[in-house]
């Protein structure tokens, strides 16, 4: 069996002092160490703060983006070498908002997928559908040119999976609507078969977590499918409770409860 992650998207919210209460409340509700691996995603302002908070624990912590070069005269981008300096593990790297609002193309994504490898870090790649390519049944459309973009970033055969995908389909997300269990598994296999053409061994090592209105109260069942490695959590991760809840949802199905 796979592990199972819970990752926290927190995109651009918060201050010091609500970085510091979530992520304390986090490691108080004994999360951690206990599976499933718990990661968040602060803004970079926040990234020292949770830090301090979560240093020598076991919950990690990434950046929500990071730049294609290593310095350089790149005002207001970040570098993977500046996230590690703040004890990143992660990077979220080509969120719908970020293909969407900042118009990242599948070959940016790639570049900086890379130059999160590069760096040490592990690239947690978003991918996914908007409702328009939905409604027209293009998912799968869609899904295959996203991921066939990053393959060549990939481990090759025999090695652990070095980079993480994170399936959101984009009418999803903040909206209230979830892609229904059945749905987001079926999508979640199709995923791992285009990485199966690939290395059917990083096929089964690789983690595909699920983003999207994810909630305390369908995570457990999201989460219970097989292909399902986890959730990419957006706005309920800024509320201690529900967060916690989704965590313990996570813990619950790892130990088949």
Same mark, same amino acid.
């Given at each position: 069996?796979?592990? +199972?992650?819970?990752?926290?998207?927190?995109?651009?919210?918060?201050?010091?002092? *609500?970085?510091?209460? @979530?992520?304390?409340?986090?490691?108080?509700?004994?999360?951690?160490?206990?599976?499933?691996?718990?990661?968040?995603?602060?803004?970079?302002?926040?990234?020292?703060?949770?830090?301090?908070?979560? #240093?020598?624990?076991?919950?990690?912590?990434?950046?929500?983006? @990071?730049?294609?070069?290593?310095?350089?005269?790149? /005002?207001?981008?970040?570098? $993977? %070498?500046?996230?590690?300096?703040?004890? &990143?593990?992660?990077?979220?790297?080509?969120?719908?908002?970020?293909?969407?609002?900042?118009?990242?193309? *599948?070959?940016?994504?790639?570049?900086?997928? #890379?130059?999160?490898?590069?760096?040490?870090?592990?690239?947690?790649? &978003?991918?996914?559908?908007?409702?328009?390519?939905?409604?027209?049944?293009? /998912?799968?459309?869609?899904?295959? !040119?996203?991921?066939?973009?990053? @393959?060549?970033?990939?481990?090759?055969?025999?090695?652990?999976?070095?980079?993480?995908?994170?399936?959101?389909?984009?009418?999803?997300?903040?909206?209230?609507?979830?892609?229904?269990?059945?749905?987001?598994?079926?999508?979640? %296999?199709?995923?791992?078969?285009? +990485? %199966?053409?690939?290395?059917? *061994?990083?096929? !089964?090592?690789?983690?595909?977590?699920? $983003?999207?209105?994810?909630?305390?109260?369908?995570?457990?069942?999201?989460?219970?499918?097989?292909?399902? *490695?986890?959730?990419?959590?957006? $706005?309920?991760?800024?509320?201690?409770?529900?967060?916690?809840?989704? &965590?313990?949802?996570?813990?619950?199905?790892?130990?088949?409860?």
């Amino acid at each position: 069996m796979r592990a +199972i992650m819970v990752a926290g998207n927190w995109k651009m919210n918060g201050l010091n002092a *609500d970085a510091e209460h @979530l992520t304390q409340a986090i490691i108080d509700a004994g999360l951690v160490p206990a599976s499933p691996e718990v990661v968040l995603f602060p803004p970079f302002t926040l990234l020292t703060t949770v830090q301090q908070v979560a #240093k020598g624990g076991s919950l990690r912590w990434g950046g929500q983006n @990071l730049f294609w070069e290593a310095h350089g005269a790149y /005002t207001g981008e970040i570098s $993977g %070498a500046m996230l590690r300096d703040t004890g &990143c593990r992660y990077v979220l790297v080509g969120h719908s908002e970020r293909r969407q609002i900042f118009q990242e193309s *599948d070959e940016i994504v790639l570049r900086k997928v #890379k130059a999160a490898l590069h760096s040490g870090l592990v690239p947690m790649v &978003c991918i996914g559908e908007t409702e328009q390519e939905y409604l027209e049944g293009r /998912t799968q459309e869609v899904l295959r !040119r996203q991921v066939e973009a990053i @393959l060549p970033a990939l481990g090759s055969a025999g090695q652990q999976a070095n980079l993480i995908l994170a399936y959101e389909p984009v009418w999803a997300i903040g909206t209230g609507k979830t892609a229904s269990p059945a749905q987001a598994q079926e999508v979640h %296999a199709f995923v791992r078969s285009l +990485i %199966a053409a690939k290395s059917p *061994d990083i096929a !089964r090592k690789i983690l595909i977590l699920y $983003g999207g209105s994810v909630k305390a109260s369908n995570a457990k069942a999201l989460f219970a499918e097989p292909d399902i *490695d986890g959730g990419l959590v957006g $706005g309920a991760s800024l509320q201690a409770a529900e967060f916690i809840q989704i &965590c313990q949802a996570a813990h619950a199905v790892i130990r088949g409860l």
